[in-house]
């Protein structure tokens, strides 16, 4: 019996709208189901194993160049070690024996890595950061002249800065440099699609009162510090923007995975067949590596899974698979995008999220060039010798200092020995003399090691010398300079700028292939997915370095000083443009000049309508005159009440002094008159005695008494007089004594 045919006829291969109308049996449905079912298995195999080819080419790939890349890995380990010295597994501090030589790890050490690794940190992420402002800006494109680009380029500023601030920027960034001072290389991711998930609360519509949490996302655009451990670049080329794809691996446990389940993009039913396998071990080679470093805990990545997230070339059947259907052509019909691969299982697949720029998400810059490789050499390899040469010099001093700072002991063991067998010198200690007719001095003898430290310091100097020059950080770049610094602004700046002359170039290199790249990624985001219009335009990207920095700091000194010195020259004063110097501080303090001062139209017409109407800062100038000449005139009131007071003081106490003076010359003037009218009485009966003597000679001498009373009369009053103007004089002179006293004035 032959076969029964399964195969359409003619009539079923016609089209639908010539098949309408025609009735099927119900072998013919079922043959029609079954054959659209094994369409379905067919398209789901075939779309199942260009996945699980797809895995496997991306392990395979991740796999050769772990294996590939044992060398670098050797040198990170060498660096990280010299790092951490005596915190390494290979250089540990042995407590009980810190002196022995039976291990190196019991050993002191003394490293002088680990400072200049933190100082060149400190100083790369300073010049990043400097002044606490960010070291990039956004313009108009440089063949536009529309004012109203100038606001738009501000606000697209504004928007990757407050982007910037919330995916923690400035964090990753430190991060990134670490490793690229200390393992050679620094890599960061962005900007990627995050969605970060938080819960949020709701009330529910029958039942306001009961409130219910929900999961939900928010979509932002981020940036991720990449581990160079975990990260692997096509190693065929010696340059990072030549590498055409790249791998980055990621330790997820199976919670991490679950988690990722919730995610968009990631597909929830690989991911649970991923971790129906068990965990495989996560111990590769790098990893081993990096776990083993310090050895504190050997269990790190124990019970992991292996997720490799890839970037890079991805063919158009593969995203058919997944029904990604690219938006823009590709010359070679490939698309870059990227894959995450767990298992065996492609969990994540999708475009780059900046459509048609053919570029990846990561970016990297060495420290010192490697020729050989894509990642370069970290300061610890440069100061290699240098951290040897002081280690052991470091060792050698201890151990001298330790020996010569006691007597070293010669035993003849056949004549002494001690009482309870151990051969160590002890306080108290009891020994044998096994020949009684030996002397124990010369059984015992005692020597001392000269103490060499002075002449080995010189030695540890040294190699402190060339690991500064080595690793281009001076301790001036660390503010640990001496006393020999100068003085003056200008020398301290002079003296900056040469200290770090190296570490400045080294910085703009990072600005050249992370910061430039990071801030034009960030850009095509916002122009692809931001929803604001009104920031959207096509501008041109400036990153000022380091160098740009310190040159602005100094500009803005020398305008500062130069304004200080026009307004003590009013003619250097008319000669300088106050606006335009306005302007320039603003640029370089990167504030909108637009923003912040008029134009010349406008001060214009500002002048003129002030000229119109009264100033308000003239009005209250003239209201501060007037009160100033309210006070002054209340001022002088007062000195003339004051006078006026100190006039009738004076006035009062000069009519009290004539009173006084009148009153004396009245007393005098009294006696004066009395003693007249006793002259005169006298002088009278004188003369009646003279008219009764008959006798000439008589008379004579009469007379001639009366002349001589009238001579002590005049002698007594001219007493009188000079004793009253004394008096006077006496009483003037106390007054003037007691006024200057009491300050009442005269």
Known sequence: ????????????????????????SEEELQMLADQLAKDEEDAANERQQVLEDLARSIEAKFFDRARRRVNKESHWRTS????????????????????????????????????????AIAQSVAMQFAGGEKNWSLGPGRTTKDPAEAEKARGMERTIGEQLEHCSYGKKIRRAIEDRVILGVGVVKGPVNTGALYNSYAPLPDDPATWVATLSEEKYPAIEHVNPWFFYPNDTVNEFNRCGDTIEVHPKSAFDLKKLSNHPGFDKDQINEAIKIKATDYMTSSCSEYSSITASNPYLFEDNYLVIEYHGPITASELGALGIEP??????????????????????MELENIEASFTLPYHASVWVKDPA?????????????????????????????????GPQVAMHKHFVEPADNVWEIAPRKVWNLTDSGVDVEKAIQFFNVPNVVDKLMPVLDAARKFAEEESSTPMLSAGMQGGNSMDSATGALLLERNSTTILDFLSEDWDDNVTEPVIRGFWAWNMQYNPDVSIKGNYSIDVRTSTEYKNKQQYLRDMERLSMEAKQDPELAIILNRAGMVRARLSM????????????????????EQAKQPNPQMIEMQNQQKELEIKQADLDLKKMQLAFQVKQQQTREQWEHEEKMSANYARTVEAQAMVLRSQNDKEAEMIQMAARMEEGDKRNAIMAGIASQNNETKKFLKMMEETRKMRENLLTQEELKMKAETGSGI
């Not at 089209?15 to 309408?20: A, G, I, K, N, V």
């Not at 938006?327 to 994540?348: F, L, T, V």
């Not at 290699?384 to 002081?390: E, L, N, S, T, Y």
């Open 589 to 608: 303090m990167h504030l909108p000049s637009q923003d912040i001062v008029r134009s010349e139209e406008e001060v214009a017409k500002l002048m003129e």
């Open 1 to 24: 019996m032959a076969p029964e045919d399964t195969t359409y006829n003619e009539e079923d291969q016609l089209p639908p709208e010539e098949r309408e109308g025609k009735e099927y």
């Open 373 to 405: 490789y894509w990642a370069g050499f970290g300061a610890p390899q440069l100061m290699k010798d240098a951290q040897r040469v002081a280690k052991e010099t470091w060792r050698m001093i201890l151990d001298n200092a330790s020996v010569s700072s």
């Open 80 to 119: 990280m070690e010299l790092y951490y010295g005596n915190l390494s597994e290979t250089e540990g501090l042995s407590y009980s024996k810190p002196f022995s030589d039976t291990a190196s790890k019991s050993r002191p050490y003394y490293n002088i890595v680990r400072n200049k690794c933190d100082i």
């Open 327 to 348: 938006s823009y052509d590709s010359i070679d019909g490939e698309y870059y995008g990227e894959a995450w691969a767990c298992n065996g299982k492609i969990i994540r």
